[in-house]
């Protein structure tokens, strides 16, 4: 496991030097020189690894490796974040040295690291850790693996992920709302039936920079059908305030009591903004409100649901809003947007899309998959097939159910790709899901061919597939490689039925 994360680290900081051009070079050079000592210490990790369950020395001294990686990760990220925002990737390089200091000191931050670094070398040696690494001495070979393996191109995602499209009345609104000098906090909840964008909306908001700059402390829960209120209650205390060892480590001795007491007593001087995804039982709110102090400084509060009862609910002077189904023109601009290839959409393309996205009544779930089945059946032909069949199963109200565009999308896919599409049926609901992790358990269930290419390589390829399908959502990237998705509910209802039908869950 450290190994596996150790890796990660090494990849991520590899990758960051190839995309940092314009990196000072001292900066690089530190960032440089770290890299490769985890590499070294990758080597001794095996060792450590086997004698930490007689040796609490040792099992620290892995502990203390992971999170130096794990910090490494966070500092890379924290600085593409702060240098990404609001700019091209291409004007964010070239402001980064400037804004440096600013943004912040990525160099100070290493600096501890080596310390850290160089403490964990001299403990080795004292723990007697040698190097047993099965590929020790295989040193070239496995360095230009390696090499082969950061300069491995990263970019299978694109902006797609991001794209917000339409609703700008509603977003003016909700951010006057979330914005008003009322220093009560209070509530702003956002209701609608399932893939009518209350998460994305919420997301959008939440990312917002006038947003940004006004709630210093932000944190996301995300709730769902079945819920568990002490883990809802430590994510938000981990987001606040971090995951260092001692908080991990004071979370479980918790009870559900003192973790409330403990959030409560962590927000009571800040504004915060807190966004509650997916709430389903009015209790669910209820429960996680005590430790929501009012601490009349213009909190707030974002709850998206599909119930209009635990909208209406959720606070007595809050503010509930309906949310609205895209308009044509916006339901349009949302299929063309998400269509692979916009330039081969010839005038009978675009005359057939165009009846299926309108019978698709503004929802935009329905309007992204749609885009993401045609992206891959080419010609008027292949268009036609699609709209025949879903006008077979067209409702009486005229519009086309919305799991017929799901089940379409899902039989159009490779035998292979239906599979690994399956297996996100087995994890919970709204679960986010580290894109590392679905790729090993593709490849421990042996969904993937072992070829030319890497395994890892063709795994990333069948998710990015289907995050184009827009059957997979993308919740993280780094550097524009998907780190963290999840599939969205409906989706996940249509993998376990088919997956129970085809008796593969
Ligand atoms: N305004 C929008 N612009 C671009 N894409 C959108 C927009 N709204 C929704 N989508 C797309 O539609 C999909 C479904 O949206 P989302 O998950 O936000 O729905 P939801 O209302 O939260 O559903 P649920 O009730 O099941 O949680 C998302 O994958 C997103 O890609
Ligand atoms: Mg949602």
């Given at each position: 496991m450290a190994d596996a994360f150790l890796s990660f680290a090494v990849q991520k900081l590899g990758d960051f030097l190839i995309q940092q051009i314009s990196l000072r070079k001292n900066l690089r050079k530190e960032i440089e020189w770290l890299r490769n000592e985890l590499l070294f210490i990758q080597s001794f990790l095996k060792d450590a690894e086997q004698k930490q369950y007689g040796d609490n020395r040792v099992q620290q001294w892995v502990f203390e490796i992971n999170s130096i990686a794990n910090d490494a990760v966070a500092i890379l990220e924290t600085y593409s974040f702060e240098a990404g925002k609001g700019a091209s990737r291409v004007k964010a390089c070239a402001c980064i040295c400037r804004k440096e200091k600013k943004f912040y000191n990525v160099s100070k931050e290493i600096q501890s690291l080596k310390q850290q670094i160089m403490d964990i070398s001299r403990k080795r040696e004292t723990y007697g850790?040698?190097?047993?690494?099965?590929?020790?001495?295989?040193?070239p070979s496995n360095q230009s693996a390696m090499v082969r393996t950061l300069r491995?191109?990263?970019?299978?995602?694109?902006?797609q992920d991001y794209i917000f499209v339409g609703l700008q009345d509603v977003v003016q609104a909700l951010l006057a709302q979330l914005l008003k000098a009322e220093p009560r906090r209070s509530v702003v909840s956002i209701y609608g039936m399932g893939g009518l964008g209350k998460t994305t909306l919420a997301r959008n908001l939440y990312r917002s920079p006038n947003m940004v700059s006004s709630f210093p402390t932000r944190a996301w829960i995300c709730v769902s059908q079945e819920y568990n209120t002490m883990d809802l209650l430590k994510t938000t205390i981990k987001s606040i305030q971090g995951r260092t060892k001692e908080t991990l480590q004071l979370l479980e001795t918790m009870t559900e009591g003192d973790l409330e007491f403990h959030l409560h007593d962590l927000l009571k001087e800040r504004k915060y903004l807190v966004v509650v995804d997916d709430?389903?039982?009015r209790e669910a709110w209820e429960s996680l409100k005590r430790a929501f102090p009012d601490g009349k400084n213009g909190s707030r509060v974002i709850i998206t649901t599909r119930k209009e009862d635990v909208a209406e609910r959720a606070d007595d002077r809050g503010f509930g809003h309906e949310l609205r189904f895209l308009s044509q023109e916006e339901s349009w601009d949302l299929f063309c947007r998400k269509?692979?290839?916009?330039?081969?959409?010839?005038p009978e393309m675009e005359s057939l899309a165009k009846d299926m996205v309108e019978k698709c009544r503004g929802l935009p779930l329905a309007i992204v998959v749609l885009s993401g089945l045609l992206s891959h059946r080419g010609g008027v032909d292949k268009w036609q097939e699609v709209k025949d069949h879903l006008w077979k199963n067209i409702m009486k109200d005229k519009s086309i159910e919305i799991s017929c565009i799901l089940s379409l999308s899902y039989n159009d896919l490779s035998t292979v790709l239906k599979q690994c599409f399956l297996?996100?049926?087995?994890?919970?609901?709204?679960q986010v899901l580290k894109a590392e992790n679905i790729i090993r358990l593709w490849m421990a269930e042996g969904f993937v061919p072992n070829g030319d290419e890497r395994m890892e390589d063709v795994a990333e390829g069948f998710l990015n597939e289907l995050i184009r399908r827009s059957l997979v959502q993308v919740v993280d990237t780094f550097w524009e490689k998907v780190t963290d998705c999840r599939v969205h509910d409906l989706l996940r209802d249509l993998a376990i039925k088919k997956g129970i039908g085809g008796k593969l869950l």
């Open positions: 850790i040698t190097n047993i690494n099965s590929n020790a001495g295989e040193g491995r191109t990263t970019s299978y995602v694109d902006d709430v389903w039982q269509l692979l290839d916009v330039g081969a959409m010839v297996y996100f049926g087995i994890f919970p609901e709204d």
